[in-house]
Structure formats: C-alpha cells, structure tokens
C-alpha cells in the first residue's frame, strides 16, 4: 500500500492512487473468481442443496456434516460481502482521484453523490460504534452537512 517511501513524505499523487485501484481491482477479480469456482463446482451451494436426504439417512450423530455445511455458507456469503466491499472501495477511490485532481466543484453531482451513497452504505455496514470519533468522544466539531462542501 501507499507509505512515505512511495510518496517521499508527501501526500500521495493522483498515478499513485490509480496504482492502488489498479491492486484493488485485481484482488477484486480474484474473489470473484473464487466465487464462480464455488458456485459451479461439485461443492457449490447449489449442488448440496439439490441432493437432498432425509434428516436421518446418514445416521444419528453426524453434526459434522451439518456444521461443515454451514461454515461452507457462512464462507460463501463472507466472500460475497468482500467483493461488493471491495467494489465500493473501487468505485469511492476512482472518484477521490478524480476529486483530487480536478477539484470537488468540477466533479459531475452523480458521482459525488455515489461517493457520499458509497459512505453511508459502508458507515452503516460497520454499525454505530464506527460512526462516532473516540477522539472527540462522539461530539461533532463540524458545523452543517460536510456534503455542502469538500469531502
């Protein structure tokens, strides 16, 4: 990731955040690559599903079988809420690159509103206790909207 010896001390550039994107983006298709594999295997969702047995015929005592059929869901759905995330961190970091070098007021509304959309799906992905400076204990020092003005 971005450090001060990639940036010499100074505030990253504009090509070093597409560097980042760049990164992010193919991590991004490796998920999702994981994710066809998953889903078109032998093992997929969808083929366990399909071969259904009644609760008792692989005998009395096999929790195993269903605890590794959940963690295999619990993983699925893990993997999923990580490519939408990364997506989102995608998309808000193009846009911030295109803040940063044309300036807020040049950047089409659209956009700035699917940043600021972007923003509050993710504060809200990651609950109230995120949502709140430790620093300043909760109490905003900020007067009005931010999204009035520059990010």
Do not use: C
């Not at 295997?41 to 929790?63: D, E, K, L, Y």
């Not at 619990?74 to 998309?91: F, G, M, N, R, W």
């Amino acid at each position: 990731m971005l450090d001060e010896a990639a940036g010499g001390g100074t505030s990253p550039t504009a090509a070093q955040f597409a560097v980042e994107v760049v990164t992010l983006k193919a991590f991004r298709d490796r998920v999702n690559g994981l994710l066809t594999s998953l889903d078109g295997g032998a093992g997929s969702t969808q083929s366990i599903s399909a071969q259904v047995m009644a609760p008792g015929h692989p005998g009395a005592g096999f929790a195993e079988v269903n605890a590794m059929v959940s963690r295999y869901q619990e993983t699925h759905v893990k993997l999923v809420q990580l490519s939408q995330e990364l997506s989102h961190a995608i998309d808000a970091m193009t846009i911030s690159i295109d803040v940063a070098r044309l300036g807020y007021e040049n950047v089409d509304a659209q956009e700035i509103a699917r940043l600021w959309a972007i923003h509050d799906q993710e504060t809200a992905a990651a609950g109230p206790a995120s949502t709140s400076s430790q620093a300043d204990g909760g109490k905003s020092t900020s007067s009005g909207d931010p999204r009035s003005g520059a990010l």
